[in-house]
């Protein structure tokens, strides 16, 4: 999968590719929407500017003067002359794709899933953007299809969160998941590996953070700097230091031994295109990241769950 896709070693991880497979017995490959939302970390209700790495261009460059449908019937057509694809999920991920009207919400999704093949939806927000009446809505959508709702929790340090401009907490994150849960809807939390300040241990206490809270799903990110961001600028002015390849599959492996066994591991790694990448240059090099995490894997001998420790109630 261009997407979200991961080595096929179901033994050591539990893979999302896998997890699709099996529940819809054919290739379900996401495509990548922008509805045109923006953020109140941007729009000045929370801040101006967004999180400092952020350049949502690098997501879905140019997608956004073209409708839902006409995005999807794109993206459907190029995945299934190059990969085979056969059902979709519609994935809105650019911005905050729960940040507007409720029936903006549904005109959008309901778009989607008017489009021949689509099996479900995907989606992204943050969780200071989850109020009820949203959630309520999501809930109905997964009493029909198939759904996830994706939550950007980045990091479980407060002073990270501020220091990225994120505008929320992690006990928004914690409060949202709740919330979310008692509606019964499957969770996918990103976090990112390599935060400007953070040590190992910092990003591990994330990956454990995460592995109490009964989530279905994970995507792991590194930290890549892309164009136009400030994040960018800080890099110029060597004022933060990226992780190297080999230190980044340590981590991904170190957190996937943290991981509750059932945990659908989403992503290992992100991606943005060359024109907006600055660094790291191996973000270029997908499959050999890949390749070394499956070789961190199987140097150790270790697999996904293998540090995990069941807590009452999880």
């Given at each position: ?137 999501l809930a109905e959508y997964a009493t029909r299809t198939y759904l996830w709702l994706e939550l950007g929790l980045e990091s ?109 591991i989403m992503r290992l790694m992100g991606d943005a295109p060359r024109a907006t990448l600055v660094a790291p240059s191996w ?32």
């Amino acid at each position: 999968m261009p997407q979200d896709s991961l080595l096929s070693a179901p033994r050591r991880y539990t893979s999302f590719t896998n997890h699709l497979r099996q529940t819809f017995h054919c290739r379900v490959h996401k495509v990548c929407i922008d509805a045109g939302f923006t953020c109140p970390n941007r729009d000045g209700t929370l801040a101006v500017g967004g999180c400092i790495y952020c350049n949502n261009a690098s997501f879905s460059p140019g997608n956004r003067r073209f409708s839902v449908t006409e995005q999807l019937e794109s993206g459907k057509r190029f995945l299934r002359q190059r990969y085979g694809a056969q059902k979709f999920i519609a994935y809105f991920q650019a911005y905050t794709n729960t940040y507007g009207d409720i029936r903006l919400l549904q005109s959008l999704y309901d778009a989607a899933l008017a489009c021949e093949d689509v099996v479900g939806l995907a989606i992204g927000t943050r969780p200071d953007c989850v109020p009820d009446a949203v959630l309520d809505l999501l809930a109905e959508y997964a009493t029909r299809t198939y759904l996830w709702l994706e939550l950007g929790l980045e990091s479980g340090h407060n002073q990270t969160l501020a220091l990225l401009n994120r505008g929320h907490t992690v006990a928004a994150f914690d409060q949202a998941v709740q919330r979310a849960q008692q509606r019964h809807l499957r969770l996918c939390a990103h976090i990112i590996l390599g935060l400007p300040g953070e040590s190992s241990t910092a990003m591990l206490e994330t990956a454990r953070h995460l592995a109490t809270m009964r989530l279905e799903a994970v995507k792991l990110h590194h930290l890549h700097v892309v164009r136009h961001t400030v994040l960018e600028k800080l890099y110029q002015r060597g004022e933060v230091a990226l992780l190297s390849m080999d230190e980044y599959a340590t981590l991904v492996v170190d957190c996937l031994e943290m991981f509750p066994p059932e945990m659908i591991i989403m992503r290992l790694m992100g991606d943005a295109p060359r024109a907006t990448l600055v660094a790291p240059s191996w973000s270029l090099r997908k499959q050999a990241v890949l390749q070394r995490i499956e070789a961190e894997l199987e140097h150790r001998n270790t697999y996904q769950g293998k540090r995990y420790v069941r807590t009452e109630g999880c």
